[in-house]
């Protein structure tokens, strides 16, 4: 198979055309690769973030919790120590 002087005048640029196309097509499943990587990662971080969040507010809860609870303790231990609270109308 020859060719003539002219055929190679116009084969040579595509063949580079060619190569290039080819190399995009090989890189294209990387670059698919890396993108969904990087969705999933984005998605990782925001959920941790809410758990991060989650915790947050429902220690605040517990801690509110413990508060009026030390609240009222305090407040029965101000009473008179004989004295009590209630008042007993039977008998």
Known sequence: MSLKLIELQVAIPRTLDASKASIDVMNRGLLQQQQ???EIRKKDK???ERVNQKEA???SLFHTNDQHQQEKTSSKSSSHPYKGSKIDYSG
């Open 57 to 59: 507010t429902e220690s």
């Open 36 to 38: 969904t990587s990087e």
């Open 46 to 48: 925001i959920e941790a």
